[in-house]
C-alpha cells in the first residue's frame, strides 16, 4: 500500500437521506472535545461547529457506520461531551441523543473522568420526528504529528511522512549519505540507514511545540556505533529543544529545554534492533525500551517546551557532529497522548497507521 493511501479515511457503509437534526444534535454533542468529524462517500468536511452538517448522509434503516478523528484536547473528559451519569459512562447531551463509549479492548467506558484519547468507538442513538437513528463512530486520535515509515517512496532514497500533517512536514530532506536499506529493516519494506555523516531534516512547526501536553516520542533503533553522543533525534536546537542520545554505549540521555537532561542505564548490541519510546505522562516522564520502563519517573513539571528551529533525525541541530551510526525504523512524534505508561507494554509489531 503506497504511504498516501494510508491518510485516505473511507466510509465503511453506504449511506442515503440526510438527517439533518440527528446529525446536528450529534455534532454539537461532541464539538465541545475537540472532534474533527469526516463525512460519508469519501466527502471530508471540518467540523468546529454544529453548522457545518451538509456532508453527512445516514442509512434509511440499520447502523451508519463512519470514521472520525481527535484533532485534539485530548485530555479532556468524557463529561465534557455533556450529563455523563455517574458508573454508566452513558452521555445524554438533550433528550433525545445519548452516546454512549467504548476503549481499545472493546468495552464499554463507565468512568465519566475518562480521558478522550481512550475512546475507541462512538455510538449515537437518537429520535427524530418519531425516527431512531443509530451511528457508530470509528475513531482516530490524529495524534501522529509527524510518522516515518521510512521505507522510502517506492523504496528509493527519498523519504516522506504519513501523518494526516504530511503537507506541513514534506518534504523530508536528506543531507549527507542516509539511504533507504531494504536488506536490514524492523518492518515495512525497508529503513534509513544512517552512516554516521548524513541525517534527515524536518521543517519546524507549531506541532513541535509540545508544550506542557502528554506526548510519546518512539522509533525502533539498531545502532552499528556506540560512540558518545550518538543522537537518535532532536527536535529544535539545544537548549530549546528535546534531545535524545546514546551519551556513552551505557548511557541514554534525554534533554528536554537545556539543562543537564536525564539519563538512564541502556547498553543495546551493536547489530541488535531495540524499540525506544519517550513518553510524557502530566509532570512525570518515563523511558521505555522493548516495553520495558528503563530508570525512575523524572519529575518535568517545569518543562513548557517550545522548541526554536527544525527536527533532525540522526542527527543534534546544535551540534551537527553528534550523529547516529546505524538504522532507524518506524519514527512516530504523538502529541497530546500518552501512548504506554504501565510496563512492561507489548511493543508494536507492525508499522503503524497515522492515528
Not at 122 to 151: D, M, P, Y
Not at 229 to 249: C, F, H, K, M
Not at 309 to 316: F, I, K, N
Amino acid at each position: 500500500m503506497n504511504q498516501k493511501e494510508n491518510k485516505k479515511i473511507i466510509i465503511f457503509q453506504r449511506g442515503s437521506v440526510a438527517a439533518f437534526a440527528l446529525i446536528l444534535m450529534f455534532i454539537l454533542a461532541v464539538a465541545t472535545i475537540g472532534i474533527i468529524t469526516t463525512a460519508s462517500l469519501e466527502r471530508k468536511s471540518s467540523i468546529s461547529t454544529g453548522s457545518s452538517t451538509t456532508a453527512f448522509q445516514v442509512a434509511e434503516s440499520g447502523m451508519e457506520k463512519t470514521l472520525q478523528y481527535f484533532k485534539d484536547n485530548f485530555d479532556k473528559k468524557l463529561s465534557d461531551a455533556g450529563s455523563c451519569a455517574a458508573g454508566t459512562g452513558i452521555v445524554t447531551y438533550d433528550p433525545y441523543t445519548t452516546i454512549r463509549f467504548r476503549s481499545n479492548d472493546e468495552t464499554y467506558i463507565t468512568d465519566c473522568e475518562e480521558l478522550i484519547s481512550n475512546v475507541n468507538i462512538i455510538k449515537s442513538i437518537g429520535t427524530t420526528k418519531q425516527e431512531t437513528r443509530v451511528i457508530e463512530e470509528v475513531v482516530f486520535l490524529a495524534a501522529s504529528k509527524l510518522l516515518l515509515h521510512l521505507n522510502g517512496k517506492n523504496f528509493d532514497g527519498d523519504f516522506e511522512d504519513s501523518s494526516y500533517y504530511y503537507e506541513k512536514n514534506d518534504p523530508i530532506e536528506i543531507n549527507g549519505d542516509v539511504s533507504v536499506s531494504t536488506d536490514i529493516l524492523r518492518f515495512g519494506g525497508g529503513s534509513a540507514e544512517f552512516d554516521g555523516t548524513g541525517y534527515l531534516s524536518i521543517p519546524d512547526s507549531d506541532d513541535w511545540d509540545l508544550g506542557t501536553k502528554n506526548f510519546t516520542l518512539d522509533w525502533w533503533a539498531r545502532p552499528e556505533s556506540l560512540t558518545a553522543n550518538n543522537t537518535y533525534l532532536e527536535i529544535g536546537s539545544w537548549p530549546d529543544s528535546v534531545l535524545i542520545r546514546q551519551d556513552s554505549a551505557n548511557t541514554l540521555g534525554v534533554y528536554i529545554m537545556g539543562g543537564s537532561g536525564y539519563t538512564y542505564s541502556f547498553a543495546p548490541s551493536i547489530g541488535d534492533w531495540y524499540h525506544i519510546a519517550i513518553v510524557r505522562k502530566n509532570d512525570d516522564l518515563r523511558v521505555f525500551v522493548n516495553g520495558d520502563q528503563v530508570g525512575a519517573d523524572q519529575d518535568i513539571s517545569s518543562k513548557n517546551i517550545q522548541v526554536s528551529d527544525e527536527m533532525r533525525v540522526g542527527s543534534s541541530v546544535y551540534a551537527s557532529g553528534q550523529v547516529f551510526y546505524g538504522y532507524i525504523d518506524e519514527l512516530r512524534i504523538s502529541k497530546g497522548v500518552a501512548r504506554w505508561w504501565d510496563s512492561p507494554f507489548d511493543y508494536p509489531t507492525a508499522e503503524y497507521w497515522p492515528d
